[in-house]
């Protein structure tokens, strides 16, 4: 069964500076899909950033990038220039391909210091 | 265009009773999916529903139940409910299509078991 592994219960970082997320997978699997999804208090889930394995290219979505390690199976989140409204919960979720599932690792909590 | 609607947000049920949750997938969505979360599972796949057929479950008693509707809506039942069965019931939908398009998730019904 595929885990994903979210090591840092939570980090903090002051606005405006950089901040970086792990998250570790494990899977048989050559073909995937992995996210990053941020859950503020409101609840919602909400996607940040999408990245296919079978691409090399990291995935850019503004402020947000990933570094994505395939060997390493290594999924790591970028926050630049972090602001306010970033503060939540941070998920890193991956997905099969020929699947709907999502697994889910424990999180990680940012707060942002201004 | 619409987002993922749940409803109700909020229920206070006693433990023996049953429940239905209730999602309405963003329209051409036809893929829903549903998620318990709890602070000591974390995010958890229930089971998913394509075009009125389950088409993949997690590993849940069979108290925890679905439908869905040729409308694509889906409603999630949990009978003889139990103190852990209180968590936040998140629902999500996507094209179903198996593609790289993500799952789109609503506020969430959150259940209290007393």
């Known amino acids: 069964a595929q885990t994903v592994t979210q090591s840092q219960p939570e980090m903090s970082v002051q606005e405006a500076e950089t901040v970086t997320l792990s998250c570790t997978y494990d899977?048989?699997?050559?073909?995937?899909?992995l996210f990053w999804y941020k859950q503020p208090p409101s609840r919602q889930m909400i996607l940040v950033i999408r990245?296919?394995?079978?691409?090399?290219q990291n995935a850019t979505e503004n402020r947000f990038s990933v570094n994505f390690q395939k060997a390493a199976k290594s999924f790591s989140l970028k926050i630049s220039d972090s602001q306010l409204g970033d503060a939540a919960m941070y998920f890193c979720a991956y997905r099969d391909f020929g699947n709907e599932k999502l697994t889910f690792g424990t999180g990680t909590r940012l707060t942002i210091i201004p | 265009k619409a987002g993922v609607t749940q409803t109700p947000r909020y229920l206070i049920k006693t433990r023996g009773q049953q429940v239905t949750l209730s999602c309405s997938p963003i329209?051409?969505?036809?893929?829903v999916s549903w998620y318990q979360q709890t602070p000591g599972q974390g995010l958890q796949f229930l089971f998913e529903y394509f075009s009125e057929t389950q088409r993949n479950k997690g590993n849940f008693p069979g108290r925890f139940s679905g439908r869905q509707f040729s409308n694509s809506r889906s409603e999630m039942n949990v009978s003889t409910l139990e103190l852990g069965d209180s968590a936040l019931y998140l629902c999500?939908?996507?094209?179903?299509?198996?593609?790289?398009?993500?799952?789109?998730f609503g506020d969430g019904t959150r259940l209290s078991i007393l």
């Open positions: 990245q296919e394995a079978y691409k090399q």
């Open positions: 899977t048989s699997e050559s073909d995937y899909y």
């Open positions: 329209s051409g969505h036809r893929s």
């Open positions: 999500a939908s996507s094209l179903g299509d198996y593609s790289n398009q993500p799952q789109h």
